[in-house]
């Protein structure tokens, strides 16, 4: 893992990581290749000097309509309510991108705790799709903010609307990993759009 010193190294890396993972899963292997790994060093080193860039969430709002409508995180399709990402307490958009389909248990559970610690703290870690997502979401904050480039120990951490302390910069094996979660459990078939610049 390379040193990781700025909120843009930090996004690059677990972005990165993802776009490898899901070249994995698409491809049905078990282990990494080096392939991936090629993937996974070109994105992080694209991201992090500004001549690659994460797709528009316009992929994941299509994502939205044609997976089946189920929680995001669970995969339950009964009692269906909407949850922010980024929850509004913390300042979390109302638009909606920031908005996906969650069941009312995980919805409450969830409440306004970050994504990645509420995974976390059920032993779990959330789908490639939705984790993609909230990325950009995180990463457009920062932007916005004008924090990306500026070094941890410079940006009051404890203002953020994520948890930058718990932010996935270490995967789970690839077998662990879903790209999308379904009461039928497991991925989504070919409808998945591929990561890339």
Known sequence: MPEIATLREQIAWAYANLAQAHAAKEAGVERYKPVHYAIRNR????????????????????LKMTLPQCCVYCGSKRFLSLDHLIPKKKNGSESSDNIVWACRSCNSSKSDKDLIEWFGSRGDFPSIFILRRYLKLIFAICEERNILDIPFESIDISS??????????KFPRLRDLVLWVSDEGGGCGSIEPRFGD
């Open 43 to 62: 994105l992080f080193s694209g991201l992090t000097a500004g001549t690659l860039s994460m797709r528009t969430l316009c992929d994941d709002e299509r």
């Open 160 to 169: 953020l609307p994520f948890s930058a302390s718990s932010f996935p910069l």
